[in-house]
């Protein structure tokens, strides 16, 4: 599968370097406003082939997208001082306006997986401007927020986080919600699980756990000013289920025509996702609490797309 990323920056190499270790594509190509930089990244990323998988990694101006089955978008501009952040989201839009239609030139139907933050309202931009498929479009969302849930839960167990099954639901950032009342280890409710390993998930506990996922990476921005490892390998997950058709659960943002009264607005749920995109949505069942968190964390996207007429 040929996958192209659109800006080499930090996610974007993580993103190009997890496809190449796990070898969830075969051809890479990246592509980024400085030639330089995707040049040097797309060579750094070849020297580790030969410890992995057989992938051809090469740089490239939009042209070399042609034939790309699945577009990364992962370029992105940083805040100016001072610059509030609907500023910042317009200059972001209006970087997409000239990314997409590029993009578009060269690939023919391509899956467009975006990365750019924020990504909620950054999915709404790519969906409107690329007028592809719904499913085809569509944003890493809370993928890694809901891999910080799952490793914070099984370390509080002294478990796998490959047995915790739970989500963290709507926008990828401060009004997210982690899905408590419905998570599950194994195939029991958490509190059984948790009372059995006398590991109970008291209010102390659940306020750590919410707070380790909610802040984790501004904390991890502080200590080295981005986040760039785990979004990479969320994002080569994302391609390897799409390579093989899995029909993988994951949290992922989607422009989604209605959720608790709110109309047209992208945010993360449960999607299934294979060889065309996403294929269905799986609606969680939850409590009064975070239906109503759900419900705000809604809004909140849906006033900020409105402010940017989507
Ligand atoms: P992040 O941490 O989100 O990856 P970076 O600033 O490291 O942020 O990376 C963003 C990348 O996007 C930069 O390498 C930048 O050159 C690239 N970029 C910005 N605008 C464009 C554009 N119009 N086309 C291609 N790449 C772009």
Same mark, same amino acid.
């Given at each position: 599968?040929?996958v192209?990323i659109?800006?080499?920056?930090?996610?974007?190499s993580?993103?190009?370097y997890?496809?190449?270790?796990?070898?969830?594509?075969?051809?890479?190509?990246?592509?980024?406003?400085?030639e330089?930089l995707?040049?040097?990244?797309?060579?750094?990323i070849?020297?580790?082939?030969? !410890?992995?998988?057989?992938?051809a990694v090469?740089?490239?101006?939009?042209?070399?997208?042609?034939?790309?089955?699945?577009?990364?978008?992962?370029?992105?501009v940083?805040?100016?001082?001072?610059?509030?952040?609907?500023?910042?989201?317009?200059?972001?839009?209006?970087? !997409?306006?000239? #990314?997409?239609?590029?993009?578009?030139?060269?690939?023919v139907?391509?899956i467009?997986?975006?990365?750019?933050?924020?990504?909620?309202?950054?999915?709404?931009?790519?969906a409107k401007?690329?007028?592809?498929?719904?499913?085809?479009? !569509?944003g890493?969302?809370?993928?890694?927020?809901?891999?910080? !849930?799952?490793s914070?839960?099984?370390?509080?167990?002294?478990?796998?986080?490959?047995s915790?099954?739970?989500?963290?639901?709507g926008e990828?950032?401060?009004?997210?919600v982690?899905?408590?009342?419905g998570?599950?280890?194994?195939?029991?409710?958490?509190?059984?699980?948790?009372?059995q390993?006398?590991?109970?998930?008291? %209010?102390?506990?659940?306020?750590?756990?919410?707070d380790?996922?909610?802040?984790?990476?501004?904390?991890?921005?502080?200590?080295?000013?981005a986040?760039n490892?785990g979004i990479?390998?969320?994002?080569?997950?994302? #391609?390897?289920?799409?390579?093989?058709?899995e029909?993988?659960?994951?949290?992922?943002?989607? #422009?989604?025509?209605?959720?608790a009264?709110?109309q047209?607005?992208?945010?993360?749920?449960p999607?299934?996702?294979?060889?065309?995109g996403?294929?269905?949505?799986?609606?969680?069942?939850?409590?009064?609490?975070?239906?109503?968190?759900?419900? %705000?964390?809604?809004?909140?996207?849906?006033?900020?797309s409105?402010?940017?007429?989507?």
């Amino acid at each position: 599968m040929k996958v192209g990323i659109v800006g080499a920056g930090m996610v974007g190499s993580a993103a190009g370097y997890a496809l190449a270790l796990t070898g969830a594509a075969s051809r890479i190509v990246l592509v980024d406003r400085s030639e330089a930089l995707a040049l040097a990244q797309a060579q750094d990323i070849a020297h580790a082939v030969p !410890f992995a998988s057989a992938v051809a990694v090469e740089a490239g101006g939009y042209e070399a997208l042609a034939g790309a089955d699945v577009v990364i978008l992962a370029a992105g501009v940083g805040q100016k001082p001072g610059e509030s952040r609907l500023a910042l989201l317009e200059r972001n839009a209006a970087v !997409f306006e000239d #990314v997409i239609a590029a993009v578009l030139r060269a690939a023919v139907d391509p899956i467009l997986l975006v990365a750019t933050n924020p990504v909620d309202v950054m999915t709404h931009v790519t969906a409107k401007l690329a007028g592809l498929a719904p499913g085809r479009v !569509f944003g890493s969302g809370t993928i890694l927020d809901t891999a910080r !849930f799952r490793s914070l839960v099984a370390h509080h167990l002294g478990l796998a986080p490959q047995s915790i099954h739970g989500y963290v639901l709507g926008e990828h950032g401060d009004s997210e919600v982690l899905g408590w009342s419905g998570a599950r280890v194994g195939s029991e409710p958490l509190a059984s699980v948790a009372a059995q390993l006398g590991c109970a998930i008291t %209010a102390d506990v659940r306020a750590r756990i919410d707070d380790g996922v909610r802040r984790a990476a501004y904390r991890i921005i502080e200590g080295k000013g981005a986040t760039n490892y785990g979004i990479g390998a969320g994002l080569a997950r994302i #391609v390897q289920a799409i390579g093989r058709d899995e029909g993988a659960v994951m949290s992922l943002s989607l #422009v989604t025509p209605e959720l608790a009264g709110v109309q047209n607005v992208a945010l993360s749920l449960p999607r299934v996702v294979g060889a065309q995109g996403i294929r269905s949505t799986l609606m969680p069942t939850l409590d009064a609490d975070e239906i109503a968190a759900l419900t %705000a964390s809604a809004r909140m996207l849906r006033d900020t797309s409105d402010a940017l007429g989507l």
